[in-house]
């Protein structure tokens, strides 16, 4: 839920809203051990990162992203936004965030994300982030997601259907 808080600020800053989304209510699940904890709140109510990697598996020196999508419908090819933080020895170092255009103009789940066509509308397509996404990714020890089994096959099964091709992570 504390990793939500941070990239929900992102995709406020990007014109979308936190809705009430479903797969989002527990705590957060963090890859690769399947750990669930919640996190204590640092300045302006967002983790602080040495207690983000404090809680995490590996140490202060590891390097990992927290990483959220949003899609359009229940295709996982279907990425619409994605956020993500990344935390080196215990620091953020870098905040990402891109909107999508999706393959449709139908977009479900709007009362989730807040998002709608008029704000995809002429947004880059996701292959064409694809490069921003990977150097987000590159030397990550492991990658944090808030609802790690959604989040990883967006990933990988909007990479696939483009023909796209994600490090092992």
Not at 28 to 53: F, N, R
Not at 81 to 91: F, I, P, Q
């Amino acid at each position: 839920k504390i990793l939500r808080k941070t990239l929900v600020s992102l995709l406020a800053k990007c014109g979308g809203k936190e809705g009430k989304d479903r797969r989002h209510e527990s705590s957060i699940a963090l890859p690769p051990v399947g750990v669930t904890m919640p996190l204590p709140l640092g300045d302006a109510g967002l983790p602080a990162a040495s207690a983000l990697s404090a809680s995490l598996p590996g140490n202060e020196a590891d390097t990992f992203v927290a990483l959220d999508f949003e899609t359009c419908d229940t295709s996982r090819d279907s990425a619409i936004a994605l956020g993500m933080v990344r935390v080196e020895a215990g620091k953020i170092t870098r905040r990402w965030f891109s909107l999508f255009t999706p393959r449709q103009s139908n977009i479900q789940f709007s009362e989730v994300h807040g998002l709608s066509w008029d704000n995809l509308r002429g947004m880059p397509r996701f292959e064409e982030r694809f490069s921003d996404i990977l150097e987000m990714l590159s030397g990550v020890d492991y990658v944090v997601a808030h609802n790690a089994a959604f989040d990883r096959s967006v990933l990988e099964v909007s990479a696939a259907s483009r023909g796209l091709t994600l490090p092992p992570l």
